[in-house]
């Protein structure tokens, strides 16, 4: 059992279930730029770096399109539709209260304002003493800026901090920062590859938390 003072959570894919509500989006937004829409496992491989590399993912590297006018109608769509099916995966509310002794942060790819709405819609912002975004930093996961604003904030060593998430991104951020990794099983992330990073734990469900670190 290890002693840890900070969780830090990913977002999509590791607390809330988003991907119907991304996946229309995206469609959304291809079929205003006269593209065929995609399938949602599909759509599932494009996500995890931000709204660029979504786009740029969905479109599939096509130069024809402008991505800044992508992301622009992307953002657009997803912030009339972001609630519209989305919802805490298993268990994740109990385990959030089970740390309310401890800090708890999220450190995500998803812009910040998103994610705030997310959680301000779902009754669940309160839990969470910082959430960094996609664009809190000039820097995104994995590059571990964010994470690293996160430990100063807190005054708290790498050791003392586990990163949760549900994919490769989440866990190089967090030996990028040194910090303790748990991967979860459940999320959209690729699991061959995250089992090639060896992260410190990996768990089915996030209430498998609490055993790790009560």
Not at 13 to 22: A, N
Request: charged share 25%; with cysteine.
């Amino acid at each position: 059992m290890k002693k840890i003072s900070l969780i830090v959570y990913d977002f999509d894919g590791t607390l809330v279930d988003t991907l119907d509500d991304i996946a229309l989006s995206v469609n959304l937004t291809l079929q205003e730029l006269g593209h065929p829409r995609l399938d949602k496992e599909t759509i599932k491989t494009c996500v995890g770096n931000g709204v660029v590399m979504l786009m740029t993912r969905a479109l599939n590297g096509s130069k024809t399109q402008d991505i800044d006018h992508a992301v622009r109608l992307f953002r657009k769509h997803y912030a009339d539709h972001l609630m519209d099916n989305s919802v805490f995966y298993p268990h994740c509310l109990e385990t959030i209260e089970f740390f309310s002794d401890r800090k708890q942060a999220i450190c995500s790819n998803k812009p910040e304002d998103f994610v705030r709405k997310i959680l301000a819609a779902l009754n669940c912002l309160h839990p969470f003493s910082s959430i960094i975004g996609g664009d809190s930093f000039k820097t995104r996961k994995p590059d571990p800026e964010g994470l690293n604003h996160l430990l100063a904030e807190h005054r708290v060593s790498p050791d003392e901090v586990v990163m949760v998430g549900d994919s490769a991104v989440d866990i190089k951020t967090g030996k990028n920062a040194r910090v303790q990794t748990c991967a979860v099983t459940y999320g959209m992330g690729n699991m061959q590859e995250i089992k090639t990073l060896k992260p410190n734990w990996t768990i089915d469900s996030i209430s498998e938390l609490t055993r790790l670190f009560s």
